[in-house]
């Protein structure tokens, strides 16, 4: 692993179970998927997107595109850490990457890039937030931090570390707000 990926957060880490394999051996793809989007959500519940947001605020985030790429076979008995990043951030949609790690010898073995919508579950369309737009500025050392998020948006969407409601503490690059 190199120092960018070992930079970026840690999202999910699990196992290779046997029944993960198909008869060649090696983990089949439906469980990178779903390895993928245990990563997902743990990503999007860093930055306030937790099942209490879209159950209270009926809010939610919906699939658009999703593309990866296998590197390297992963197989029963292997541990493996997923590491991700926001790559771009625009009014309703949301880019990001996971990577997939066999965990004892840090290779990688598949990406993931996800374009995603923030999605009103009601009228079920796409659309911004309501109470504003986020607008994120990459660093490059990925110790940005949101803190100085007007106090008032603090407490309904929680970038900032202090702020955060669930306890997590995001580590991704600098995002600053503005209202919408």
Request: hydrophobic share 40%; aromatic share 10%; with cysteine.
């Amino acid at each position: 692993m190199n120092a960018e990926s070992a930079a970026k957060p840690i999202t999910y880490r699990g196992v290779v179970y046997p029944w993960h394999c198909d008869h060649m051996g090696h983990m089949k793809v439906m469980w990178y998927v779903g390895k993928f989007d245990e990563a997902t959500w743990n990503l999007f519940a860093s930055i306030g997107i937790t099942a209490a947001y879209v159950r209270d605020q009926r809010h939610g985030m919906a699939g658009l595109q999703q593309n990866i790429t296998y590197k390297k076979e992963l197989i029963a008995g292997d541990v493996v850490v997923v590491r991700s990043e926001i790559l771009e951030v625009r009014e309703k949609v949301i880019r990001f990457q996971h990577e997939l790690f066999n965990g004892e010898g840090g290779e990688l073995a598949a990406v993931c890039e996800l374009t995603v919508v923030h999605l009103d579950l009601v009228r079920r369309l796409g659309g911004p937030h309501e109470r504003f737009l986020l607008v994120w500025e990459p660093t490059a050392s990925y110790q940005g931090t949101a803190s100085a998020v007007p106090q008032e948006l603090q407490t309904n969407w929680a970038l900032a570390p202090e702020a955060s409601p669930h306890g997590l503490k995001p580590d991704f690059p600098t995002c600053t707000l503005r209202h919408g």
